[in-house]
């Protein structure tokens, strides 16, 4: 089955830089190829709700909500099946757990990572 796995969180100080990824696997039994699947990212800040970062379609485009826009990356590596989210000039609003997503299917992901912690301290 279909798996992702975050990596790359840590502790940065605002201001600095760190690039997440999530490595795919387990595409062949389920009906989907990562390079045809629509990838995202999603974080989630204490006592608030999930909430959408970044997405990469099948063809590169991307879309960034307003608050990261101009200071993350989404970017993705077909043949290593490897989704990356580099984080430029962090501040502390973007302390959250960061959770990938792969394959949309009647616009919601069907594959979810179970997550990285990023803390940005000021």
């Known amino acids: 089955q279909v798996q992702l796995v975050e990596s790359g969180g840590g502790s940065v100080q605002a201001g600095g830089s760190l690039k997440l990824s999530c490595a795919a696997s387990g595409f062949i039994s389920s009906g989907y190829i990562f390079s045809g699947c629509t990838l995202g990212w999603f974080r989630q800040a204490p006592g608030k709700e999930r909430e959408f970062v970044s997405s990469i379609s099948i063809d590169g485009s991307t879309t960034y909500a307003d608050s990261v826009k101009g200071r993350f990356t989404i970017s993705r590596d077909n043949a290593q099946n490897t989704l990356y989210l580099e984080m430029n000039s962090p501040n502390t609003d973007d302390t959250a757990v960061y959770y990938c997503?792969?394959?949309?299917?009647?616009?919601?992901?069907?594959?979810w990572g179970q997550g990285t912690q990023v803390t940005v301290s000021s």
């Open positions: 997503a792969a394959c949309l299917r009647r616009n919601a992901y069907v594959y």
